[in-house]
């Protein structure tokens, strides 16, 4: 949802998302961990939104006993997880180019007290929102109602857009300071989502069938799913 335009809003995200910029210049946090941090990060939420979409079309059987229950649960959430190691793959690899092939810096990451705390942080974030998304979608709420795919596509996109900046080779050239530019580029890209989400939508490659459309445009607008009643009651499992 865009950010209503006033200084206060705009101050506020760009307050929000400039914390770890801080903390690299002022407290001596790691670049290359902020932005390994900013791809779990992104791996998780696109998590959410797959386990949603399989809560969805495969619910858990409610009347077969607690362990058919917890069983659908735990494929649900594997499932999830499962897609987003997949991806990982591609995603993360590029990790090498925007550190300006500091594996070393990237090695020691994952060694880092810090960096695991921070990990835990946001698995903990992560799982707080798939309790909200799984409440909802108990409620009858469908994937189209909820705009997994439009969130989907916001996450999704910010990535490509320090992936496209990647494979310019700008990361090697920067050398250690490469970890930084797309700290840089992922806290700039962020406000820019926050603040204008259909514009951004629009101007990144697939985008813009998910951007709300322009005054005049044919299609509907979508109706967020807070304004309207659920397509169908509570489901039943």
Same mark, same amino acid.
């Given at each position: 949802?865009?950010?209503?335009?006033?200084?206060? #809003?705009?101050?506020?995200?760009?307050?929000?998302?400039? !914390?770890?910029?801080?903390?690299? @210049?002022?407290?001596?946090?790691?670049?290359? +961990?902020?932005?390994?941090?900013?791809?779990?990060?992104?791996?998780?939420?696109? #998590?959410?939104?797959?386990?949603?979409?399989?809560? $969805?079309?495969?619910?858990?059987?409610?009347?077969?006993? $607690?362990?058919?229950?917890?069983?659908? =649960?735990? %494929?649900?959430?594997?499932?999830?997880?499962?897609? +987003?190691?997949?991806?990982?793959?591609?995603? *993360?690899?590029?990790?090498?180019?925007?550190? *300006?092939?500091?594996?070393?810096?990237?090695?020691?990451?994952?060694?880092?007290?810090?960096?695991?705390?921070?990990?835990? !942080?946001?698995?903990?974030?992560?799982?707080? #929102? $798939? @309790? %909200?998304?799984? #409440?909802?979608?108990?409620?009858?709420?469908?994937?189209?109602?909820?705009?997994?795919?439009?969130?989907?596509?916001?996450?999704?996109?910010? $990535?490509? !857009?320090?992936?496209?900046?990647?494979?310019?080779?700008?990361?090697?050239?920067?050398?250690?300071? *490469?970890?930084?530019?797309? !700290?840089?580029?992922?806290? &700039?890209? +962020?406000?820019?989502?926050?603040?204008?989400?259909?514009?951004?939508?629009?101007?990144?490659?697939?985008?813009? =069938?998910?951007?709300?459309?322009?005054?005049? =445009?044919?299609?509907?607008?979508?109706?967020?799913?807070?304004?309207?009643?659920?397509?169908? &009651?509570?489901?039943?499992?």
């Amino acid at each position: 949802m865009a950010v209503p335009f006033n200084p206060l #809003s705009l101050a506020q995200v760009v307050a929000r998302n400039i !914390v770890p910029i801080a903390g690299i @210049l002022f407290f001596r946090w790691s670049a290359t +961990s902020v932005l390994t941090l900013y791809l779990i990060d992104t791996l998780l939420m696109m #998590s959410v939104l797959f386990a949603g979409v399989a809560r $969805w079309f495969a619910p858990p059987p409610k009347d077969d006993g $607690w362990a058919a229950e917890a069983n659908g =649960e735990v %494929g649900n959430v594997g499932f999830a997880l499962l897609i +987003s190691a997949f991806i990982a793959v591609p995603l *993360g690899i590029p990790l090498i180019f925007m550190t *300006g092939g500091d594996l070393a810096g990237l090695k020691a990451t994952f060694f880092d007290a810090s960096f695991r705390t921070g990990v835990l !942080v946001q698995a903990a974030a992560a799982f707080w #929102s $798939w @309790l %909200g998304l799984r #409440s909802v979608i108990d409620a009858g709420y469908s994937p189209d109602q909820l705009r997994l795919k439009r969130r989907f596509a916001l996450v999704f996109l910010r $990535w490509i !857009v320090l992936l496209i900046v990647a494979f310019t080779g700008i990361g090697i050239l920067f050398g250690h300071y *490469g970890a930084f530019l797309f !700290v840089l580029l992922y806290a &700039g890209t +962020s406000i820019f989502i926050e603040v204008a989400p259909d514009r951004f939508l629009r101007v990144m490659p697939g985008g813009a =069938e998910d951007a709300d459309p322009l005054p005049g =445009e044919n299609r509907p607008a979508a109706i967020p799913p807070a304004a309207r009643a659920p397509r169908r &009651g509570k489901r039943k499992h």
